[in-house]
């Protein structure tokens, strides 16, 4: 298994930015897909973006889809989620994922999907 450390998370105001960081060690990066899911207080763990391993295709929520962005640098085994007009539902707990070498997850995968999990780094989007 990879193991995955996330970093950035913090408060913003709505509207603000954050980038949050996952830094992967433990097996070739660039042959697995990874994802971002966050998870809010009293609610399941959700989707919110993914990423193949090259970085060429990528997917999102639709509830994220044009103020977030997800990348990667496979040189420095390192996964990003630039967060844009964050809005107060936002707030949650973000966790990255890593799914096992050359698995195929689709654009909407379910967290079960993913071998891999960081600890999570909190978001907080105050209105």
């Known amino acids: 298994q990879v193991q995955l450390v996330e970093s950035g998370g913090g408060l913003v105001q709505a509207g603000g930015s954050l980038r949050l960081s996952c830094a992967a060690s433990?097996?070739?990066?660039?042959?697995?897909?990874m994802s971002w899911f966050r998870q809010a207080p009293g609610k399941e763990r959700e989707f919110v973006a993914v990423?193949?391993?090259?970085?060429?295709?990528?997917s999102y929520a639709d509830s994220v889809k044009g103020r977030f962005t997800i990348s990667r640098d496979n040189a420095k085994n390192t996964m990003y989620l630039q967060m844009n007009s964050l809005k107060p539902e936002d707030t949650a707990v973000y966790y990255c994922?890593?799914?096992?070498?050359?698995?195929?997850?689709?654009?909407?995968?379910?967290?079960?999907?993913?071998?891999?999990w960081g600890q999570g780094t909190q978001v907080t989007v105050s209105s």
């Open positions: 990423i193949s391993g090259s970085g060429s295709s990528t």
């Open positions: 994922a890593a799914a096992d070498p050359g698995r195929f997850v689709g654009r909407l995968p379910e967290a079960r999907l993913f071998a891999s």
């Open positions: 433990g097996r070739t990066f660039s042959t697995y897909a």
